[in-house]
């Protein structure tokens, strides 16, 4: 209950400004919008009825989680038990399955909202599951983590998983123009600035919302351009976390950029990354992988190219050897693409794994001591170089395993010089098959003339 000296104390502008209703909440229209071209959202449909299921909702910070909980409480008139995983542990957890059985025995449900779910380790989520299970509480966990990552099976499969969306341009207008309401005055921006301060949130309402305030209090009356805006309010870091979700999502995005050879989408979340911390020498890491992965034998430099803009980030260090990393992005992006070399090694895996232990033909074992050359180790070996075109063209596989091909070059870049090479190759250990098999042959002919005078 709010208490009379409570009621009169100030209150920030987010939290004056938080919806009353369902349908004040902004952004997310996907879960509380009517039906539509996409459908009424899974939210609508479950507050028609009044019947509300366990629920995780996954999305960044500022955009909404809490106060829909809020909502789904009010609208469904069950009492609202707020936690936070951060500050909360198990005896925590029981005072409120005590407090949820009292208003069970009254007729009253529980929503139990966990603000960071994903801080509670697994054995603290096995220990709510009979609560949810038996109806004494409705979860409502919130997190900005991947849920398949940081939450056990058996939660999950209780639950339907929610995705909020980061508040769209729109949405943090209309936060704007309710805050000017709320307040009675405009904010003091020049429409770019505006534009620039919705782009500061980076999808964070309650962030632009403590922007606005500040903004609003300042006794300046002249309108802040872009760069006023930027000396008046500090510049919001990138939300990327290097050892969670964001991390694997941008060097995703920055990987698949360079296959898809989009050089300027590449130097977009490169700069992403380093923006938001990411060590550099990670994505050094990663785009040597991405030289032989992606690009291989179409331009065996890329690997080269790759390796020394790593060798040259750690001898400069950053900012500076950073210049290196961009230079080497750019030429993987620009560079023919092959994953023929990436395909020939999982043929090759595959093959070994089923063919088990095959030894390899005696004929190219080497035969150190005696007994070896008497079980006949190396004998028959056709050395390449004494060959009249430098090739014996004889078996390397293991005596009965019929000849494999796993490696197949492409037609891009210098895999189409090398696709001739290896056609030629062929050929010629063709016409080296028949050449043995037209002079068996004749030695069995002349054998036969032989034992027949």
Not at 58 to 68: A, D, E, R, V
Not at 338 to 349: F, G, I, P, T, V
Not at 428 to 437: A, N, P, T, Y
């Amino acid at each position: 209950m709010t208490t009379l000296f409570e009621s009169q104390a100030p209150r920030p502008l987010a939290d004056r400004l938080r919806p009353a209703t369902i349908e004040q909440v902004v952004g997310q229209d996907h879960l509380l919008g009517f039906a539509g071209p996409d459908g009424e959202g899974p939210l609508r449909r479950m507050l028609a009825p009044g019947m509300l299921s366990s629920l995780i909702m996954w999305g960044p910070p500022g955009t909404g989680k809490t106060t829909i909980a809020r909502l789904l409480a009010q609208h469904t008139d069950m009492a609202f038990e707020h936690m936070s995983a951060v500050f909360s542990g198990v005896a925590d957890l029981k005072k409120v399955f005590d407090r949820a059985k009292v208003n069970r025995e009254a007729g009253r449900g529980t929503l139990l909202f966990i603000d960071e779910v994903h801080r509670f380790n697994r054995i603290q989520q096995d220990g709510f599951l009979p609560y949810v299970e038996d109806g004494t509480v409705v979860l409502v966990g919130a997190t900005t983590e991947n849920p398949s990552f940081e939450l056990n099976a058996a939660l999950l499969s209780r639950c339907q998983v929610l995705v909020l969306n980061r508040l769209g341009d729109e949405a943090l207008e209309t936060l704007l123009l309710r805050a000017e309401t709320d307040t009675g005055h405009s904010m003091p921006l020049e429409e770019d600035a505006r534009v620039a301060l919705r782009a500061m949130a980076d999808g964070d309402g309650r962030y632009l919302l403590n922007l606005a305030e500040a903004l609003l209090k300042m006794p300046s009356a002249d309108k802040l351009d872009v760069a006023g805006l930027a000396h008046a309010v500090q510049r919001r870091m990138p939300l990327y976390d290097k050892s969670r979700d964001g991390h694997y999502n941008l060097i995703s995005a920055l990987h698949k950029s360079l296959r898809g050879s989009d050089a300027d989408a590449a130097l977009y979340w490169f700069q992403r990354m380093i923006d938001g911390g990411e060590d550099p020498k990670y994505i050094a890491r990663r785009m040597t992988r991405f030289a032989s992965e992606d690009i291989g034998l179409a331009d065996p430099n890329a690997l080269v190219q790759a390796m020394a803009a790593w060798q040259t980030f750690e001898r400069l260090g950053s900012p500076e050897g950073e210049l290196a990393l961009v230079q080497c992005l750019l030429y993987l992006a620009s560079a023919p693409k092959s994953n023929a070399a990436y395909r020939a090694e999982k043929l090759a895996k595959k093959s070994a794994r089923q063919t088990g232990s095959l030894e390899p033909p005696k004929h190219i074992l080497n035969a150190p001591t005696g007994l070896m050359k008497d079980l006949g180790y190396g004998a028959g070996y056709e050395y390449d170089h004494n060959a009249e075109d430098g090739f014996s063209g004889q078996n390397y596989f293991p005596d009965g395993m019929a000849r494999q091909q796993f490696y197949a070059p492409g037609d891009k870049g210098f895999e189409r010089e090398i696709g001739k090479r290896l056609a030629y190759w062929q050929d010629k250990r063709q016409d080296r098959r028949q050449e043995k098999v037209a002079s068996n042959g004749k030695s069995k002919g002349i054998s036969k003339g032989k034992k027949k005078d």
